[in-house]
């Protein structure tokens, strides 16, 4: 039987992209070497310091076609306003969720043991949900424009563009993973001021909610929904919401559960045409970039996602153990869980976990 070969476009971008994609990708030859397979990376370069030696272009004008061939991508990070505007760096990720197809976006935040909520008196698993964010329409098509620019008279729009079949196939997924977990959706509205877009999405859960009875369904408007999360974050199992309200309640939800360094995400193409992505939720963090202090974990489990959806669960479910451990332990941790550990260390230690 021919070995298991996986090709992966290994894009660390910029400031701690660059770290913590070194660490998935020893943690990723770790468990492959462990599981019999083989985990063929092929470095991209590009990001701001590649922009600087290619006209301001942070990729080249063809680098969908050269990701195309990739079984996945495992990306880092994106970003440094010192150098280049963000709307120009961050225009390739954009472009890579919605030409690949990339409907879906997956964040879970899980309350693990051995880490700390900055809500009180929350345990372990208080917090268990994931937030599935519509990844290519909505707010983010980049449909608009601005004229006059800086005078006066200046006029930008940025129109949102939610269709009807792109928000059934994200509530469809949603309840399907309901069904898995603990059979509870919650949709992300505001249709009380949205009222076409929201009253659109609001209609499509009314349509599709009586397939899945067992799925228990509602909605809640973005502003009490964000109050919820700190409020009764145990409330939530699976939470649907468009592509910017997906955005900002992640973040949210990266710092209950104790660290944006914890966040993983996976931008996924569910019919398999085109490569699926992978990447921490959090940025390049310019503040802490070069420090070598950069937490890794979202990275690692990043890599556990796209395992998972190659097929190689036994591998990813051994990256996840290691990581509850290192956590669990507590000994080897980065300043952003209140811990002196560099970055190399947190990859050395759950290396080590692996198996254990
Ligand atoms: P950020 O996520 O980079 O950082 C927010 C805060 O969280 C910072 O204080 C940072 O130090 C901390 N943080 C983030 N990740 C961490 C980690 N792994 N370990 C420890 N601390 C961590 O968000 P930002 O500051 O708003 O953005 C910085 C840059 O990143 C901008 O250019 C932004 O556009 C870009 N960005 C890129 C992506 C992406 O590539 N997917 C995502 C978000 C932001
Ligand atoms: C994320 C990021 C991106 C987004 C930005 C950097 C374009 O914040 O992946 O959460 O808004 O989707
Ligand atoms: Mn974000």
């Given at each position: 039987m021919a070995a298991r070969r996986y090709r992966i476009a290994l894009y660390p971008g910029d400031g701690i992209g660059t770290d913590v994609t070194a660490e998935a990708a020893r943690v990723l030859a770790g468990v492959s070497r462990r599981h019999g397979f083989f985990v063929d990376t092929t470095a991209v370069p590009w990001g701001c310091l590649w922009a600087r030696e290619h006209g301001g272009h942070p990729v080249p004008a063809d680098f969908l076609e050269h990701l195309r061939p990739f079984d996945a991508i495992f990306l880092g990070a994106l970003g440094m306003p010192a150098m280049l505007p963000d709307h120009v760096t961050l225009a390739p990720l954009i472009r890579m969720r919605q030409e690949f197809r990339q409907y879906v976006c997956l964040r879970p935040a899980v309350l693990m043991p051995g880490t700390e909520s900055p809500l009180a008196d929350r345990k372990p698993g208080d917090v268990d949900m994931v937030i599935v964010r519509e990844n290519s329409?909505?707010?983010?098509?980049?449909a608009g424009g601005c004229t006059h620019?800086?005078?006066?008279e200046e006029i930008s729009v940025q129109v949102a563009v939610h269709t009807r079949r792109g928000v059934e196939r994200i509530l469809r997924y949603g309840f399907e993973l309901a069904r898995r977990r603990r059979q509870c959706l919650t949709m992300a509205t505001k249709s009380n001021a949205l009222n076409h877009s929201m009253v659109m999405w609001d209609r499509i859960l009314d349509a599709v909610r009586g397939d899945y009875p067992d799925v228990q369904a509602g909605k809640v408007h973005i502003d009490a929904l964000a109050m919820l999360f700190v409020r009764t974050p145990e409330a939530f199992d699976v939470v649907v919401a468009s592509n910017l309200f997906g955005d900002i309640l992640s973040d949210l939800a990266g710092a209950l559960v104790g660290s944006l360094g914890l966040a993983p995400s996976a931008n996924i193409n569910?019919?398999?045409d085109c490569p699926s992505l992978f990447e921490p939720v959090?940025?390049?963090a310019p503040d802490i970039a070069g420090q070598g202090v950069a937490n890794p974990i979202a990275a690692i489990r990043s890599a556990a996602m796209m395992l998972d959806f190659l097929g190689e669960t036994d591998a990813a479910r051994e990256i996840e153990r290691a990581v509850a451990d290192n956590l669990r332990h507590g000994?080897?941790?980065?300043p952003d869980l209140a811990g002196t550990a560099t970055t190399v260390q947190v990859g050395n230690d759950i290396l080590q976990r692996l198996s254990d």
């Open positions: 329409e909505g707010e983010y098509t980049g620019a800086g005078s006066p569910p019919d398999r959090h940025g390049s000994s080897v941790r980065t």
